[in-house]
T-cell receptor, first 113, second 114 residues
Framework: EAGVAQSPRYKIIEKRQSVAFWCNPISGHATLYWYQQILGQGPKLLIQ????????DSQLPKDRFSAERLKGVDSTLKIQPAKLEDSAVYLCASSPDRDYGYTFGSGTRLTVV | GESVGLHLPTLSVQEGDNSIINCAYS??????FIWYKQESGKGPQFIIDIRSNMDKRQGQRVTVLLNKTVKHLSLQIAATQPGDSAVYFC?????????????FGKGTKLSVKP
């Protein structure tokens, strides 16, 4: 079974620029999550999708972050404009059901300078 | 504040010894817990999970213990190996708003000395 694929692996941008991350979950997994992991901390949920609908985006900074999951498969997370404090690893995870452990991708390491 | 936390931020053990990593949670309504291992440059990897109707669950070289009375979770690793060196996170399933998602603690870094 292929894992959760994420790209790019690394990204360096200047503050106020925009950036987008892509995630391809495990085939058949209905639930998809984006987490932000700041260095030295545990992952923090940004947004949760069930198929192509958003079920929890309460911790997403909506003034600069947006995410979509068209057709209930792949997902993109965008930041515009980026701030220095957005430097982190952005992890995508998927699960067949909300009540089971997630499978995480390797993440995208974002550095904002 | 965070609802899941760890007592020890770092743990150093000798190869072959047993390791115990502890975690406290604050939401008594949580009924599903997971331990993840995260190696440098990788995403968290599922190790073992436990539901609140159990107090112990064993896997290969790992055991998770759940004490609901004091809201405490622990991960025991038997015969710790250098490959076990990583950061370990406990995560608690939050059912706020009926949509489950995982809340992670800060993590414990396990270092195994050869």
């Amino acid at each position: 079974e292929a894992g959760v694929a994420q790209s790019p692996r690394y990204k360096i941008i200047e503050k106020r620029q925009s950036v987008a991350f892509w995630c391809n979950p495990i085939s058949g997994h209905a639930t998809l999550y984006w987490y932000q992991q700041i260095l030295g901390q545990g992952p923090k949920l940004l947004i949760q999708f069930q198929n192509n609908g958003v079920v929890d985006d309460s911790q997403l900074p909506k003034d600069r972050f947006s995410a979509e999951r068209l057709k209930g498969v792949d997902s993109t997370l965008k930041i515009q404009p980026a701030k220095l404090e957005d430097s982190a690893v952005y992890l995508c995870a998927s699960s067949p059901d909300r009540d089971y452990g997630y499978t995480f991708g390797s993440g995208t390491r974002l550095t904002v300078v | 504040g965070e609802s899941v936390g760890l007592h020890l931020p770092t743990l150093s053990v000798q190869e072959g010894d047993n390791s115990i990593i502890n975690c406290a949670y604050s939401n008594s309504a949580s009924d599903y817990f997971i331990w993840y291992k995260q190696e440098s440059g990788k995403g968290p990897q599922f190790i073992i999970d436990i539901r609140s109707n159990m107090d112990k669950r064993q896997g290969q070289r790992v055991t998770v213990l759940l004490n609901k009375t004091v809201k405490h979770l622990s991960l025991q690793i038997a015969a710790t190996q250098p490959g076990d060196s990583a950061v370990y996170f406990c995560a608690e399933m939050n059912y706020g708003g009926s949509q489950g998602n995982l809340i992670f603690g800060k993590g414990t870094k396990l270092s195994v000395k050869p």
